[in-house]
């Protein structure tokens, strides 16, 4: 392959479908379990698709979402139809009056000598812990006298203590028939009943207790309001929504005179007294259920009044349902007589911002709001929040005198570079100025945050240095005010000014870390790896996260993975909460091609943070790469744990909605994806999933209705716009694609990174005339960083190449080489390779000779002379013995070893080409369409027809990958023609059009 050809791209991995396109086609079994364990572990029933405007921010709106269908039925059944409805337990006597008086009539029997004596050892076993023993003795004990209630109640106890309900249950069964009115026992048996969720049974056995209490012997009726509070309970899981409403009213309107007899049973209903305010509360959620809102209104304000819940929940709640009972007013005058007492708090913010949205008068609203913020000390986060509801001129006072107590505060900072506009006027340049410098001496190390939140928004950086050196002599403030100059110096890509800057910050102080960072940076991109590290060695804390990434970079540039490693164990074992720590280290150790490592690093870390979301989404990337044995299976596996450990977390509903799309459930899967981007309109991993199943599911209509109304919302979000980006790419609509392209270009580049792309955006797709014309314009200022002139020349070249344009190539050359003496060769050889694309070989070859002569070594030069006398079919031994040079210096370079199989192809020694020309395919990059005919031309030579015919096939599929439509290498140009040619001839059993073979005549 010539130097006129660019070296291929690597082709795709071909390992295949990933994870989930794996589970599109089969293992529904799986994904079915998955839509079951993630059902139970909701809970609440999923949300209404559609969003009840009244349901304030903060409040889960499954709490109070309305029932319906069979549900509703079901809620508002009386209790009296329940009872009816319900099957009565079989353990539960008919009439324990009667069964009562029977057990009593019958003579009392004495239980054996030795039971008593059982009886005895059991409970000193159970003394002393030895519960197994005791349980023996209690057995035994029961078979001489199967009838004894106190037996039978001893080994439920036990039973009960060992966590077994289910035997426990059975014994206290057997305690009824002998016992039927012993109210204690009766209770137990509905308790456990719940706590194995049978709550049918529940009700039945709390019911009886309701009925017999008056027949006990000794009735306690302390147990009364109890039974109240647990059938309500009851009633209430099993959604029996109206009656668990009545049994719970009883409980808490109960004028409790009697506590119960039982110390347990007593405390229990002390510590419900104690709750009640939370008990109003969730009945006022039930009436809300049942759409009773006047009631639920009833029931929050007596929350209210009894105390005893978060006040920011019961606001919430007030204020849905005034809103409900559309009154607004009275939403807003419950919200500020709750906020009356108190300073506004963050968790405030987002409700007093919802009901600017309902009240009738916004601006008497926002004045109350203002009045409390002055009468109270106002929490900074909230105040940040609120600012934007007042009028321009009071919301920036109120900023600047929170400023002025909080000058580091990155939010204010953040808020007065939005409303100040340091490119229209030099005063608001002045103000920005003084503002950022004043937190970057309050907080110096957090100097780089404030920085570049100043030059980020700076157009013109030559303005703002100058003003940062006219400000007056300040001994204390020299050093900052050089690594701000430094800063904007390296915005505009002016790196040595940068690390001369930040060098002379630290001879004044040498404790300014930021600098010492941004100082080690700089010299990494400049490939100073030494100056770098000792750099970094000056910082005290080498376990600061910020040098451990530095100096993780540094070390992965020079391949020092290993020394990698021993930084970031080091740092984890200082920061062991550190999860980015952790993922830094398992992404290391993939790269090392250790991914068994990286899993385990993975899942210890998992294991000691269960909840730790970014943890999980890296094991679920590592599996859907399938990067590790039995991937499909471990993905499963943590599916399930996400699932069970933390159901309602972003990951766990993200990865669900996941499966749900790849099983083609695409409206459960939508309505999910929906409900995230809800709770975070800025989820764009959860849009662009939700882009690509509306483009699988063939509905680009609602795709683009979707996109259209985010970018509406959010208008210059450049991750936004990248998503759309991606889209318009996958659907092929070039011309929006291009539009945004130029526009994300256009608004967040930098000069003069923005020039180069934008010129490279033009020329890749047929703009070349405006391309080079901007390029042109840059080229004429002399003050750029070597990498980007060098990057400007190729760039230009190509343009000048596409244009046919020799003698602007010439100049432009010729002005390179003056510039950038000490890299004449590479240059040297990107004149050469372009003027061979125009078609002008004699010159090319020319300057690539010149280039050769002073660095004979060249291994680009090298090949591609060489090919190029390969291919015409002249100087093959020199060819040879050139791209054999060439060879050497990079033996896995797919272009190189396809020049030396062409090589030999053209002297005739076919087994030799087949070879060389293999290995090329091998490599990286070598499954190109130049390459396989070469190597189907040579396997013909050789006498492999069937080979040969399946390679050019393979040559015709890669000739239709983008990568190669696309492509302006001059060898693809007629290809797929005589492609078409050889194979229909050689299926024809006919001769085929091979290239030539030019063999030296022998002197």
Not at 644 to 661: C, E, H, W, Y
Not at 928 to 944: C, E, S
Request: aromatic fraction near 6%; glycine fraction near 4%.
């Amino acid at each position: 392959m010539g130097y006129g050809t660019p070296t291929p791209a690597r082709s795709g991995d071909s390992r295949g479908e990933t994870i989930l396109n794996i589970h599109r086609h089969r293992d529904l079994n799986w994904i079915l379990i998955c839509v079951i364990l993630f059902a139970g572990c909701q809970a609440y029933p999923a949300r209404a698709q559609q969003i009840d405007p009244a349901v304030p921010p903060g409040l889960d709106a499954r709490v109070v979402t309305p029932y319906s269908g069979n549900a509703l039925q079901k809620a508002s059944k009386p209790f009296d139809q329940i009872l009816n409805d319900i099957k009565k337990p079989v353990f539960l006597p008919e009439d324990p009056v009667a069964l009562q008086k029977s057990i009593d009539d019958q003579p009392q029997v004495e239980p054996p000598i030795v039971a008593m004596l059982s009886y005895v050892q059991a409970r000193m076993a159970w003394e002393q812990k030895r519960l197994f023993e005791a349980r023996q003795y209690l057995e035994r004990s029961l078979t001489m006298a199967p009838n004894s209630k106190h037996l039978l109640q001893m080994l439920a106890q036990l039973w009960a203590s060992t966590g077994n309900l289910s035997r426990s249950t059975a014994y206290l069964e057997k305690v009824l028939q002998v016992d039927p009115l012993n109210m204690d026992l009766v209770m137990q048996l509905g308790v456990f009943a719940m706590e194995q969720d049978r709550f049918t049974e529940a009700i039945a056995i709390f019911h009886y207790v309701q009925l017999h209490m008056k027949d006990a012997p000794e009735p306690d009726q302390g147990l009364l309001p109890l039974v109240d509070y647990y059938l309500g309970v009851a009633l209430e899981r099993e959604g029996y929504a109206l009656a668990s409403i009545k049994s719970f009213r009883s409980f808490m309107t109960s004028d409790i005179q009697q506590m119960p007899n039982d110390a347990r049973q007593a405390r229990r209903i002390e510590l419900l007294t104690q709750q009640k305010g939370s008990l109003w509360r969730q009945l006022g959620d039930t009436y809300c259920q049942l759409q009773e809102y006047d009631q639920a209104l009833e029931s929050y304000r007596t929350a209210v009044m009894i105390g005893g819940n978060s006040k920011i929940d019961i606001i919430r709640r007030l204020v849905y349902v005034c809103l409900k009972l559309d009154k607004p007013q009275l939403a807003a005058q419950s919200t500020l007589e709750m906020l009356s007492d108190d300073p506004v708090e963050e968790s405030t913010v987002q409700l007093i911002q919802f009901m600017v949205k309902h009240v009738k008068d916004r601006d008497q609203w926002v004045g109350l709001i203002q009045q409390q913020i002055a009468k109270h000390k106002t929490d900074a986060s909230a105040m940040m929040l609120l600012v934007d509801l007042f009028e321009p001129a009071a919301a920036e006072q109120m900023v600047r005198e929170h400023l002025k107590q909080s000058p580091g505060d990155e939010k204010a900072i953040a808020w007065m570079l939005d409303h100040l506009d340091p490119n229209a006027s030099d005063g608001d340049l002045t103000q920005a100025l003084d503002i950022v410098l004043n937190a970057m001496m309050h907080n110096p190390q957090r100097a780089d945050v404030y920085s570049v939140m100043l030059v980020a928004k700076v157009k013109d950086q030559s303005a703002l240095q100058e003003k940062i050196k006219a400000l007056p002599e300040n001994e204390k403030a020299k050093a900052i005010r050089l690594y701000l100059l430094a800063q904007s110096h390296s915005r505009s890509s002016q790196i040595q000014q940068a690390r001369t800057l930040l060098e002379q910050a630290l001879e004044v102080d040498d404790q300014l870390t930021v600098a010492r960072l941004r100082l080690a940076v700089l010299h990494m991109a400049q490939k100073h790896f030494e100056l770098a590290d000792q750099t970094l060695k000056a910082i005290d804390d080498q376990t600061d996260t910020r040098v451990v990434n530095i100096r993780v970079q540094l070390l992965t540039q020079a391949n020092r993975l290993d020394e990698v490693l021993a930084v970031l164990d080091k740092a984890i074992a200082a920061r062991p909460e550190n999860v980015q720590l952790i993922l830094q280290k398992a992404r290391v150790q993939v790269s090392m091609n250790k991914p068994a490592m990286a899993e385990r690093t993975l899942l210890d870390a998992l294991n000691m943070n269960p909840h730790a979301e970014a943890i999980y989404e890296a094991l679920f990337e590592m599996y859907n790469e399938n990067v590790v044995p039995d991937a499909i299976e471990q993905y499963k596996r943590l599916m399930m744990r996400v699932l069970k450990t933390i159901p309602n977390s972003r990951v766990a509903r993200m990865r669900f909605a996941d499966q749900l799309s790849a099983s083609g459930e695409n409206d459960r899967a939508e309505k999910m994806f929906l409900e995230l981007l809800d709770e975070n309109p800025k989820d764009y991993r959860a849009l662009s999933e939700l882009l690509d199943m509306y483009r699988r599911g063939q509905s680009p209509e609602k795709a683009d209705q979707l996109l259209t109304q985010k970018m509406s919302e959010l208008p210059n979000d450049r991750l936004l716009m990248l998503v759309a980006q991606t889209h318009y790419q996958q659907l092929g609509q070039k011309d929006k694609w291009f539009e945004l392209t130029e526009l994300i270009i256009s608004q967040f580049d930098e000069e003069p990174i923005r020039t180069l792309r934008l010129g490279n955006l033009y020329m890749e797709n047929q703009r070349e005339k405006q391309g080079v014309q901007l390029l042109e314009q840059l080229w004429e200022k002399q003050e750029l960083e070597k990498d980007l002139g060098l990057t400007l020349v190729t760039l230009l070249s190509r343009g000048y190449s596409k244009l046919k344009q020799p003698d602007a190539m010439d100049k432009l050359f010729e002005t390179a080489l003056k510039r950038y003496p000490e890299h004449d060769a590479d240059l040297l050889y990107t004149w050469a390779q372009n003027l061979d694309r125009m078609g002008h070989n004699d010159r090319s070859e020319q300057i690539m000779l010149k280039l050769l002569a002073k660095h004979p070594d060249h291994g680009p030069a090298n090949n591609g002379l060489g090919y190029a006398w390969a291919n015409a079919g002249r100087n093959l031994d020199k060819a040879l013995v050139m791209i054999q040079k060439a060879v050497e210096s990079d033996p896995e370079n797919a272009a190189y070893l396809d020049s030396l199989g062409w090589v030999y192809y053209k002297l005739g020694k076919f087994d030799l080409a087949v070879d060389k020309l293999t290995l090329a395919r091998q490599a990286p990059g070598g499954d190109y369409p130049v390459i396989l005919d070469h190597l189907g031309d040579a396997q013909y030579r050789k006498g492999d027809v069937a080979d040969a015919i399946r390679t050019w096939q393979r040559a015709q599929h890669q000739m239709n990958q983008p990568e190669n439509t696309i492509s302006d290498d001059p060898e693809l140009k007629g290809l797929a023609d005589k492609l078409k040619a050889k194979i229909t001839a050689s299926s024809e059993e006919k001769e085929p059009p091979v290239a030539d073979v030019n063999i030296p005549v022998q002197q």
